[in-house]
């Protein structure tokens, strides 16, 4: 490189950031850092297969849903979730990389998603739980990232964020309606309760000195609060809703602390987060093998799309 | 004999951070010309940071007389929305 596009180098990197420091949003055809782009690129796709693949252990449970009534319910809950996913690829999709590499990174692994959707819903109350927890954790991580300062990103948190609370309410409605009946199903909702805790807490990721890309995403502001502060006030406002409905937290550290403000809790067992990360959680492998088969299975359906618009090409330069 | 100049549709983002949003449209040769015509005519007070051209004949728009059978299936489902679900007040802000 010559001093002279050094210097442009550094020029452009230090307008981006003041920008940014003037909690001004980055457009699409703005000048932005390889890195930053890249940085997007991983977190945007990661939060779009998030979504996606968030719809198998709930559509799991949409054709034994005991109403009509919530069959309903999840059924438009799982649609939203699929909106989701589709928002965020456009949004990343602005950056330059295309819908075909972003769903090929996933399916060869090198791209992740959110590691609780490796857990299995074995019953109907863990449907609440994931709406209650779950989706509980996501709203806290989401509404931060509605100041982040990708445009398009932000704007999609915006829009996603106004479609979640109705995703949670129903969840903790489930959870309030078990805890209000039989002992079986007051014990139905706990045991859900119990597996879903501590991996709706992992949702957030590790400790912030062990997070890989944090203190760069954080100067960048794609992150706007860290992972510790925002599982903090996730479990601030989680204890009070447990509290209401009489269901228990499974975490024997857990309590007040008058002179922080906030609830301390036990240490997470990191050793299972890795572990489920890298692929061997209960169902990592169900999960992808599903998402990879629905892919393959629906080529006839995008075959078919085009062989229609060839035709209708064909058409018209006959006419023509 | 006259010669009509092609239509197109101009959008504007008035701040960064913001989508862009339809202003009007105007007549052009092309769209660059477009791009100045509608700096000239749509950004005298600077109501924007950015501004995006389209060829009117480019847009696809649905009918309002479609709006029926468009929409109307999704106004029974009220449980699309968070008032739907009745919680008790001290956790009603979730
Ligand atoms: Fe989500
Ligand atoms: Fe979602
Ligand atoms: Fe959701």
Redesign the pocket.
Known sequence: MTNDSLQTEAQLNADFQARIDAEEKIEPRDWMPQKYRQNLIRQISQHAHS?VI?MQPEGNWITRAPTLHRKAVLLAKVQ??CG??LYLYSAAETLGISREELIQALHSGAAKYASIFNYPSLTWADIGAIGWLV?GA?IVN?VSLQRTSYGPYARGMVR?CK??SF?QRQGYHIMMTLMQGSAAQREMAQDAVNRFWWPSLMMFGPHDAESAHSAQSMTWKIKRQSNDELRQKFVDQTVEQAEVIGISLPDPDLKWNEERGHYDFGEIDWKEFNRVINGSGPCNRQRLEHHISAHEEGAWVRDAIAAHEAKKQQRANRAA | MSHHMKLYEVFIRSRRGLDHKHVGSLHAEDAEQAMEYARDLYTRRSEGVSIWIVNSSDIHASQESDCESFYDPLDDKPYRHATHYQLPDKVNNM
């Open positions: 979504e968030g939203d979730e989701h996913g989706d996501a989401q996603i479609e979640e995703h």
